[in-house]
């Protein structure tokens, strides 16, 4: 009789995202990782046929690499409200946000204004429930901001959202640009 011995496989649990967006609990803040994550999505250039873009270019700190998609989608988006096109980068994303499962990352751009910036995690959980778990995390910052020509007041933000009749929460904070 033989016997056959394997070495288990090593299965990369789910990411704790909560670590990498922490600095966004004190006004939006950016951590060094977090900067250097969201400009390195900034400066992503569109491929020829304008859908996806490999995430080797991608400045994401190693422990959470492979709970990253590996192709990065673009997508134009009309508000008619606002009457703007807004361009979003999103990156599929595993895990979870404070016990929250965790969607994707977007940054959408309204590029035909002074440069609004959107910085998004979709959270995969109704907003009642996001509201509950990450109740008192998020603290206001006053900023000077020299397009605005005065201080404003970020804070990351709780909205709700319903994609394909599912709710779910964006956890948002939102930038001026100049």
Same mark, same amino acid.
């Given at each position: 009789m ?7 496989l &090593?299965?990369a649990?789910? &990411? ?7 600095s966004w ?6 951590s060094?990782?977090? &900067? &250097?994550?969201t400009n390195?999505?900034?400066? $992503?250039? *569109?491929?020829a +046929?304008g859908q996806f873009?490999?995430?080797?270019? %991608? ?9 990253a998609a590996k +192709? *990065?989608s673009?997508?134009? %988006?009309w508000? /008619?409200?606002?009457?703007?096109h807004f361009?979003?980068?999103r990156?599929?994303?595993?895990g979870?946000?404070y016990?929250?499962? *965790? @969607?994707h990352?977007?940054?959408?751009f309204m590029l035909?204004t /002074?440069?609004?910036?959107?910085r998004?995690l979709?959270?995969?959980?109704? $907003?009642?429930? /996001?509201?509950r778990?990450?109740?008192? #995390? ?6 000077? +901001?020299?397009?605005l ?7 990351a933000e709780?909205?709700?959202v319903? %994609? +394909?009749? #599912?709710?779910?929460t @964006?956890l948002?904070?939102a930038?001026?640009?100049?």
């Amino acid at each position: 009789m033989a016997l056959c011995l394997t070495a288990p496989l &090593a299965v990369a649990a789910p &990411a704790d995202w909560s670590g990498l967006f922490k600095s966004w609990e004190d006004g939006c803040n950016d951590s060094k990782a977090l &900067a &250097a994550f969201t400009n390195s999505l900034s400066l $992503i250039d *569109v491929k020829a +046929n304008g859908q996806f873009y490999l995430t080797q270019d %991608i400045d994401l700190p190693k422990k959470y690499r492979n709970q990253a998609a590996k +192709n *990065v989608s673009f997508h134009k %988006i009309w508000d /008619a409200c606002e009457q703007h096109h807004f361009d979003q980068t999103r990156l599929a994303l595993t895990g979870h946000y404070y016990g929250l499962p *965790v @969607v994707h990352y977007s940054q959408t751009f309204m590029l035909e204004t /002074a440069g609004v910036e959107y910085r998004r995690l979709l959270l995969n959980a109704p $907003i009642e429930q /996001a509201r509950r778990v990450l109740a008192g #995390k998020y603290r206001p910052r006053k900023h000077f +901001n020299p397009v605005l020509e005065g201080h404003e007041t970020l804070r990351a933000e709780l909205l709700p959202v319903t %994609i +394909n009749g #599912k709710a779910q929460t @964006v956890l948002e904070c939102a930038y001026v640009f100049g």
